[in-house]
């Protein structure tokens, strides 16, 4: 690590964001989740060591370690696989499960047995004991988590908290400190296991939250779609049913050898051309995309995701031309931040410079992809722009953003281009206020 271009620099430029930055909100949440329940089972060793250390001498305190150690081990595995079967990425570890309550009895056993016929002391005793209990305690909350149902739940735990209860009598403990054990297991086990259901429900939530905000993007294009067939269907159906009918009617006048065949085929002829001059409007309003109507669309549609979209600067006065490329950008690029990325913040931005319009659309979630740019989406928009002349240039930044940057000739001619001053006199500002 201390050499600039070893493995772990080269992974960290290869991957911009970082390993942390590069997961999505989901995996975010389930690492933390898991590396949670990790951390609980280092919890129980510190636990069970802080009697111990210290406190007994080494022939005793060193099988006391070990059988912390080797359960905390034990905890961290079970619980591993048992958040595996509740994701629904492997069965239930039934067998696991059995092993590591059989572990949580043994060592319990055996620190019971040294309490209470070890050497003599009352730090021994207390070390063995506190032992005891913390081991039942985190196997009761472990063993709960790989079962489904409160009742099953709150069962193994009550039986984990009854089990010490009368393993501490029959071990020779006295009677009143029987109950107190018992107490502590059922309550140190069922809040251990509460919480960890809890994170496990609330990982739960977040895969599907996320799966919900998917699925309304792929609503989103499919509607579009329905609507494109609509508006196509409502033009060819009723030209190709008048087509129809004349077509019928001109071969009924020529085999009668009647002249008006011919003018019932120029009549075809025309709806023909009238049918093909509709489609093309149809596709020609389906294809061109209103700059203002798709920012003011990408900012509801990115605030209603929970990202704080922010759009500034003139977005009126372009020739039609780049209005409609423009357009197709921000659709573009609010689709790749919804799907691709994990962004909480986006900017786009608006303005004309030494003749040329400039959009960029900055977020800070990288996309998950392979590399930047790489999108067929991205393709597609380099090729509309080369016909008018415009650039792209997407990727990550430095500071972990994506930054899209577009920028499209304006026509020289006086007519169709913005004046001079059109920057000077339109300071930037929210869609909302440009927006006719």
Known sequence: MSRPGGWWGRRSRSRPGGWWGRKSTPAKVETYTRWSFHLIALIELVAASGPVIGEVGLRLAVPLLLMAAAHSVFC??????????????????????????????????????????????????????????????????????????????????????LGSGALSLLLG????????????????????????????????AVYELDEARETRARLAVAEERLRFGRDLHDVMGRNLAVIALKSELAVQLAQRERPEA????????????????????????????????????AQGVL?????????????????????????WVVREAATNVLRHGDARRCTMTLGVREGRVVLTVENDGVPRTDGPGRGSGLVGLRERLAEIGGTLRAGPVGDGSFLLTVEVPLPAHPGEAPPAAFTALHPPRPVSEATP
């Open 76 to 161: 961290a595995v079970t619980a591993s696989h048992a958040v595996d079967w509740l994701r629904g990425q492997r069965e239930q570890p039934v067998r696991t499960l059995w092993v590591f309550g059989a572990a949580t009895a043994v060592v319990a056993v055996i620190s019971l047995a040294i309490a209470e016929h070890g050497p003599a002391g009352e730090e021994a005793d207390g070390a063995a004991g506190a032992l005891f209990t913390i081991v039942t305690a985190f196997g009761a909350g472990v063993v709960a988590l790989g079962v489904r149902g409160r009742r099953r739940v709150f069962t193994t735990v009550a039986g984990f908290a």
């Open 303 to 327: 605030t209603a995701a929970g990202i704080d979209c922010t759009v500034t600067g003139p977005v009126t006065g372009f020739p039609a031309p780049v209005q409609s490329a423009l357009g």
């Open 173 to 204: 403990l006295p009677v009143l400190v029987a109950p107190v054990i018992a107490l502590v297991v059922l309550t140190c086990g069922g809040f251990f296991a509460f919480t960890s259901l809890f994170s496990v429900w609330l990982l739960n």
């Open 262 to 297: 011919v003018t019932e085929m120029i009549e075809v002829q025309r709806l023909a051309h009238e049918a093909q001059r509709e489609v093309r409007e149809v596709v020609r309003g389906y294809r061109e995309a209103d700059l203002s109507g798709e920012l003011a669309g």
